[in-house]
């Protein structure tokens, strides 16, 4: 906690539920409660669960260069995205490699809310807005719950009636239990769910008040780190922990590009004049690796960090990896050689304990078409 310098108003009900509040993003956030992550990976697969995800930065950037200013800095055509609705974005150093991933909502004309986690985002932000007519603010007072699972929607639908009708990726400024809330339909489970941002002072009750009303529909507490499970299935990727932040090549600065993660998809399209766009486009098909899938033999996961080989040549890294008790399989994301992202390539994961033979995998695992968290009604 020595690094932490925001505060969620839940930080108590972590506690009482197993959390040391270790530090994300300069927040105390509950990596860990005193039962098994599997309860809570099974509840937002098979029911829902509830998460507090407050340590995402917010950013309000209003005034009359705020498209601008969005526009300059991540590789979503602005105009495209409406008042109620948002858009998953990238943004980029000069060098068109990745620095921070985030949400763009755009919450009026001149009016939008940027929501990004631990990389640069709020330095490129300022970055962009230098000399321009517009504001920007960071506000830790609006928390985050996300409420995440195939049940979230028909407990939501009991306060919020309209619920039903917001689509994927958009939002809505309501009440829930009196309070004034933006409900988004968003996360990282790769599941229908919700996230309901709220101000601090009345984030206790909110929280208290869906676990109690929920719990008979399976509701539950869940923490932080049942991210990774949920990840690893639905190819959602986490700053820096798959980046060369965190495996760097030998004498190269990090940096990925978006071809290398398979993150081109977030820049819309025959768009240019963002921060990095030319050198992201001349990276095209130089890709030095590329995010996919591993799948294991038997029920081990691989380590955190453990090498991949294929045919006793180093070919890659696991970053994540977990054991799926609803699917029984053992599965994580990788970066492997460009010639080994392949379908059904052969690999050897080498764990601590020993060697795992296993295949490469397109990701996602699950849901691949995104049935699911794009449902509606």
């Known amino acids: 906690m020595t690094a932490s310098w925001r505060f969620s108003t839940l930080a108590d009900r972590h506690r009482a539920l197993g959390s040391k509040l270790e530090d994300w993003s300069g927040m105390g956030t509950a990596w860990t409660y005193d039962k098994d992550a599997d309860e809570e990976y099974i509840a937002i697969r098979t029911k829902a669960g509830l998460m507090d995800v407050s340590g995402l930065k917010k950013v309000h950037i209003t005034g009359p260069h705020a498209s601008h200013l969005i526009d300059l800095a991540t590789t979503r055509d602005v105009e495209k995205i409406y008042p109620g609705k948002s858009a998953y974005a990238c943004m980029l150093n000069e060098a068109g490699k990745f620095t921070d991933d ?67 990726f958009h939002h809505m400024q309501t009440q829930l239990f009196g309070f004034p809330v933006m409900i988004s339909r968003t996360g990282y489970t790769g599941e229908r769910g919700y996230e309901i941002f709220c101000r601090g002072q009345d984030a206790g009750t909110i929280w208290d008040r869906i676990l109690d009303e929920g719990k008979n529909a399976g509701i539950i507490p869940c923490r932080f780190t049942t991210l990774d499970m949920l990840r690893v299935e639905s190819y959602l990727l986490f700053y820096p922990y798959d980046n060369s932040q965190k495996y760097p090549f030998e004498n190269e600065g990090p940096g990925d590009t978006l071809w290398e993660l398979g993150l081109d998809f977030t820049v819309s399209p025959g768009k240019t004049g963002f921060r990095g766009a030319e050198e992201h ?22 380590d955190e960090g453990a090498p991949v080989y294929r045919d006793g040549k180093k070919v890659g890294v696991v970053t994540c990896a977990m054991y799926s008790p609803l699917v029984e399989k053992s599965m994580g994301i990788a970066r492997l050689d460009v010639d080994c992202a392949v379908k059904d390539t052969t690999l050897e994961i080498r764990n601590k304990s020993g060697s795992i033979k296993a295949t490469a995998q397109p990701l996602p695992f699950d849901d691949p078409k995104k049935t699911k968290r794009t449902a509606k009604g």
């Open 281 to 302: 486009y001349r990276l095209k098909g130089k890709e030095r690796f590329k995010i996919y899938g591993v799948l294991l033999d038997g029920k081990e996961p691989a």
């Open 102 to 168: 985030c949400i763009l909502y755009r919450m009026g004309p001149n009016s939008w809310m940027v929501v990004h986690g631990s990389g640069t985002g709020h330095e490129e932000l300022q970055r962009a807005a230098m000399g321009r007519d517009v504001s920007l603010r960071f506000d830790d007072n609006l928390h985050d719950l996300s409420l995440q699972g195939p049940t979230a929607v028909d407990y939501l639908a009991k306060h919020v009636p309209s619920i039903r009708d917001l689509n994927y």
